[in-house]
């Protein structure tokens, strides 16, 4: 150590102190040594680890060259090595900007190809990038019946296992245990995982290596080889763990090699931000930290530097409700910024007026200065964001799907537009009921079975299949008269008129691809239950581990939030379906006028009045009659001539745009402008099927034919 020491020293290590708080000096300051902290989202975990390495470099405890910090994402690994950096200046070049920072997986390939030479000899290896021509062979040659999405599920349990260093032999049983979700049954899926491995290792003069092999192989050459555990504890001696609550048994295999007997080791993590449990992440390791390692510096950060007190007191409201274990480890956070505004609840009658809504406020903050970029919507499974892109774009706004691409541009949806194509080019012809049935007939190949599947990649699709089918069937019911010729050329113009995705647009992004990301405003959509928790979370009980996740996912969404944060839900899915939902329970007793407040069976309470017929004043239930607001059966005062104005000025406006007729507005929509005669925009806009967009591209032309009417 005394070598090292003059290494690094010399530099203003008090200035590496100044700008932290009492605890995370301590966590800073902690002699050599095993430290654990345990922080909630945005109290400084970041901050805290970095500065943590400046400051044993500075001090001369340790060589910036003999550092490794370790964490689980490249973004991660970025965002460390740009801090790092950033504090070799500041700190005058006390050299952390040559501290190695990287994931598990790189820093496992690093060590592996200096070591195998030595280990295995002449025989190269090579990295397998994607395990599924491999797992498609193995299911092949154990007759395993696999579409692509099986492959892909398979892959992915394939990954689990070994992440939980679970061999073939033992997965059926631990499945068991453990009750994971599986795409086929067990006992194929560990036939398919053995005859994988077996694949991997038969190929002619080179070993095939998975990710998870990079690992195995760097732990087993430590652990099995003195002369290379030597070396390689020569060369590391200090390690650092961001986001530990994340770690798999395998990564921890790998941390165990690298540390050996030695203890020299700091972690930071927050238990109660696990959301990749299904991956083999497991806050265990961090829990038990302190058991592991006696005499451990265990510092709790709970000061919130990124929150309003407002969203702080949600976040500390909806974790306080946990149970099991994580939540023994649960923080009270204190928001440390000004304060802001309150959360905002807002319970919508469905889907299509919630995404109107949001997008309604989007603009309003867009207006207000609030930079496009620096505002997020949240929500729990991809299929979800397609009334979002619809509600964004008829707003004007420009977005970007996060970890993925647009609705319309999903394979699955590619590959469900062509088939509706083909069909309508055959030349089917049917409408109505028939025409919704037909479809969902069609999308059955595809993957839109009557029951949701089990495997992940097979459910993705399954939703986004799903969102179609009641896609069309809300076109459906608004206009009884659709065939699937225009059905199709509504959809590929839905499609067209997306806005291409911008890098400075509002966010679209899951609550798993937030992690660790935040906003100024964060809108938390669809919040019902069945949604947040997901159903097949909530098949497992209501108090299993299962809905505990989902929790934690609810709080990681709210606590993305810097400033704004609206959380709202919808009823029904489609204007005028059956509102058969109910608010998330997570929003009991944190929300106003939740279930629990108001008891079980209670009247369901609807935001504004329900629609109602303009000549009986009867509820209006069905979305034609709200489309035309009046019930279908009510006698009509339509304006037969207005009516015929409005079709030839459509028209004409359709010839001008190379548009069909509909794209311009539909048969319904004009019957409606017909009956109801507005007479400004405020009119205009309340009926059905007139957003912004429509408002100010034919908004002047249609209030001009209604006054110019005899
Ligand atoms: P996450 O849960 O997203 O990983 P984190 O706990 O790693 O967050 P950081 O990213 O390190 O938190 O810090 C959150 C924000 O708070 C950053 O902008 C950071 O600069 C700021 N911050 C952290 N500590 C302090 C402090 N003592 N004084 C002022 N600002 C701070
Ligand atoms: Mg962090």
């Given amino acids: 150590m005394d070598a090292m020491a003059s290494q690094g020293s010399g530099a203003p290590a008090g200035a590496l102190l100044e700008d932290l708080d009492s605890e995370q000096r301590e966590a800073v300051q902690a ?91 002449d025989t190269g290896w090579e990295l397998l990038d994607s395990k599924f021509a491999v797992v498609a062979q193995a299911a092949n040659r154990q007759s395993v ?177 946990a149970r099991g274990r994580m939540a023994g480890s649960r923080l009270h956070l204190v928001g440390q910024r000004p304060p802001g505004p309150e959360p905002s609840f807002a319970e919508h009658t469905d889907e299509v007026a919630e995404a109107t809504a949001v997008a309604k406020s989007i603009k309003k903050l867009i207006q207000g200065g609030t930079a496009p970029s620096e505002i997020a919507v949240l929500y729990r499974i991809n299929a979800q964001s397609e009334v979002y892109e619809e509600a964004l774009t008829e707003a004007g706004v420009a977005f970007q799907v996060r970890g993925g691409e647009g609705f319309f541009s999903r394979q699955e949806v590619r590959q469900a537009l062509l088939a509706l194509q083909r069909a309508a080019e055959r030349g089917a012809e049917v409408t109505g009921a028939e025409l919704a049935s037909g479809v969902r007939d069609l999308l059955e190949p595809l993957g839109l079975t009557v029951e949701a599947p089990t495997g992940t990649k097979a459910r993705e699709r399954w939703e986004a299949l799903t969102a179609l089918a009641e896609l069309v069937d809300e076109d459906v019911a608004q206009r009884p008269d659709l065939d699937l010729r225009t059905l199709v050329a509504e959809l590929r113009q839905r499609a067209d008129s997306r806005h291409p995705p911008v890098v400075q647009g509002v966010t679209l992004a899951s609550l798993h691809a937030a992690k660790g990301l935040e906003w100024d405003a964060v809108f938390l959509v669809g919040l019902a239950d069945g949604t947040l928790p997901i159903s097949h979370a909530l098949s497992k009980g209501a108090e299993s581990e299962a809905v505990e996740e989902e929790r934690r996912l609810f709080y990681v969404g709210i606590t993305r939030a810097r400033m704004h944060l609206s959380l709202s839900w919808a009823l029904a899915r489609a204007p005028g379906g059956r509102q058969g939902r109910r608010p998330s329970r997570f929003l009991n007793g944190v929300a106003p006028q939740s279930p629990a407040d108001a008891g079980p069976g209670r009247a369901r309470k609807q935001r504004g009045p329900a629609p109602r017929c303009r000549v009986c004043n009867g509820p209006l239930t069905t979305p034609a009659s709200i489309m035309l607001r009046r019930c279908e059966t009510c006698p009509s005062d339509l304006d037969e001539d207005l009516l015929a104005g409005l079709k030839e000025w459509r028209l004409r406006i359709a010839k001008e745009m190379s548009v069909p007729a509909y794209v311009v507005f539909t048969d319904n929509t004009l019957i409606a402008i017909a009956e109801t005669l507005p007479t400004d925009d405020a009119a205009l806009v309340a009926i059905p099927g007139i957003g912004a967009r429509k408002l100010e591209q034919f908004g002047p032309d249609v209030l001009e034919l209604v006054r110019g009417r005899s």
């Fill in 145 to 321: 019946k696999a579409s692509t999405d099986d492959v892909r599920d398979l892959a992915g349990e394939i990954e689990w296992a070994k992440a939980s260093l679970i061999s073939p032999e033992a997965y059926p049983a631990e499945v068991a245990r453990v009750g994971r979700d599986i795409p086929l049954d067990a006992a194929k899926v560990a036939a398919v995982y053995a005859g994988y491995e077996t694949l991997k290792a038969r190929r002619e003069g080179t070993t095939l290596l998975d990710f998870d092999d990079l690992l195995l192989h760097t732990a087993a050459a430590i652990e099995n080889d003195a002369a290379v555990a030597q070396e390689f504890r020569d060369r590391y001696r200090c390690f650092v763990v961001d986001e530990y609550q994340d770690v798999t048994p395998l990564q921890q295999r790998v941390l165990d090699a690298w540390l050996g007997e030695r203890d020299d080791l700091t972690v930071v993590g927050d238990a109660n931000q696990t959301i990749y449990s299904f991956t083999g992440a497991t806050p265990n390791h961090l829990l038990d930290f302190s058991r592991r390692f006696p005499d451990a510096t265990v510092v709790r950060l709970e000061r919130d530097y990124r929150s309003t007190p407002q969203v702080v007191s949600l976040a500390n409201r909806v974790i306080g409700a």
């Fill in 31 to 121: 002699p050599r040594g095993p430290v654990c902290v345990l922080a909630g989202a945005g109290t400084g975990k970041t901050r805290t680890i970095t500065r943590r390495i400046a400051h044993l470099v500075a001090a001369g405890h340790v060589a910036p060259s003999q550092v490794l910090a370790v964490t689980f994402t490249s973004r991660a690994a970025g965002e460390m090595r740009v801090r790092l950096r950033s504090l070799d200046q500041q700190a005058g070049g006390v050299g952390t900007g040559i501290v190695q920072a990287m994931t598990f997986h790189a820093a496992a390939r690093r060590q592996l190809q200096y070591f195998w030479p030595r280990l295995v000899g």
